[in-house]
């Protein structure tokens, strides 16, 4: 039987801020020692309350626009649960139902052919602290945590199942890197791991509409890896199922040294995270005036004819609240409605 690749990308950056997304502690991190740009906030100590990045909020929406997505009149944060080392709080705060802008896209060539991947949405979450893996002379292993990078701002840029090919992901991510760069957003490093990339990846009969388990691969520090990583999974999954073997939902880890990726655990699941607003950060209502602004002060495409990076950035708004979401947030949405626009989260933090 033939398959086709599908791949969808989930791709992590750094946004290039003096300060971390929710604390004044320094961005500054990469030759520092370690755990000494933390603060009681990015530690996640009792008691203490985030505030919010507004410098990144617009370097989010500046992306987004360049995606040409669709901005959310309304957003908010949410607590993402799940128990792991590098997780300083015990959970991470992102953004879930009602992320900052949904439905972009991003035109790519390959071979002459030109396509475009959809972007699902583009969403505004914190690093985590970062593992240093160690073993000891008697040959015991342990692990060190760095506090670092925890609370770096992250941009989530999720791409939909459009992609075909190892070749079409890594073009997605060259563009991709390309227009972070443009815009002047994010240090764009994937061997820092300021610019990470996951990917899901399925195969599927020829002519049929249904796809195999989704399995996540993990660990892909260049764009040399990805290729491979993308690669081999996709023959792997493919050799699996001619031999009568069946795919099951994981994530897996791309061991550059081997070439071969490696079952890690198995994929979660959005319940599984016990998402919920997160009650120490008001929700975002985003001025259409200061968003326009935004776009009027960012870079055109440096692409002459009108097929460049982006073709405008002229603004879209939706305000979509779904009516789970609304359930969920009614006395948040009662102290959002007592203060002006502008005050609603966006200047109340560090505007760097």
Not at 90 to 99: E, F, K, L, M, R
Not at 142 to 150: G, I, K, P, T
Not at 223 to 252: M, P, S
Not at 261 to 275: F, G, I, N
């Amino acid at each position: 039987m033939t398959y086709e690749t599908v791949i969808g990308l989930e791709v992590h950056a750094h946004l290039l801020t003096k300060s971390k997304m929710f604390c004044g502690c320094s961005t500054d991190y990469a030759n520092a020692p370690p755990n000494t740009h933390v603060c009681p906030i990015c530690l996640g100590m009792p008691g203490v309350l985030p505030v919010i990045n507004w410098k990144a909020m617009e370097y989010a929406v500046m992306t987004a626009l360049a995606l040409n997505c669709t901005i959310s009149e309304f957003t908010k944060f949410d607590r993402k649960n799940y128990p792991y080392p590098d997780l300083m709080k015990g959970y991470q705060i992102s953004q879930y139902d009602t992320p900052l802008s949904r439905n972009g896209w991003l035109e790519i060539e390959v071979d002459g052919k030109r396509g475009r991947i959809n972007i699902t949405r583009v969403h505004l979450e914190e690093d985590v602290a970062k593992l240093i893996h160690r073993t000891d002379p008697s040959g015991e292993s342990y692990s060190l945590v760095d506090v670092n990078r925890s609370g770096i701002p992250l941009l989530e840029i999720v791409s939909e199942p459009d992609i075909r090919s190892p070749e079409e992901a890594r073009q997605y991510l060259m563009k991709l890197r390309s227009i972070l760069q443009y815009l002047g957003v994010s240090t764009r490093n994937m061997e820092e791991g300021s610019f990470r990339c996951d990917a899901n990846v399925s195969i599927r009969g020829e002519d049929s509409p249904r796809y195999s388990a989704k399995i996540e691969v993990k660990n892909m520090n260049s764009f040399k890896a990805v290729y491979r990583a993308l690669e081999y999974e996709a023959e792997r999954q493919r050799k699996l199922l001619e031999e009568g073997g069946q795919l099951v939902q994981e994530t897996r880890n791309w061991v550059e040294e081997k070439g071969v990726t490696v079952a890690q655990r198995s994929k979660e699941y959005a319940h599984d995270y016990r998402y919920f607003p997160e009650p120490d950060l008001p929700p975002l209502v985003l001025s259409p005036a200061w968003v326009e602004e935004l776009s009027s002060a960012s870079p055109s495409s440096p692409m002459p004819g009108g097929s460049g990076l982006w073709p405008n950035m002229a603004c879209r708004f939706t305000m979509s609240i779904s009516s789970s979401a609304l359930k969920r947030l009614p006395l948040t949405l009662k102290a959002a409605s007592r203060f002006p626009l502008q005050a609603i989260g966006l200047r109340k933090g560090p505007r760097r």
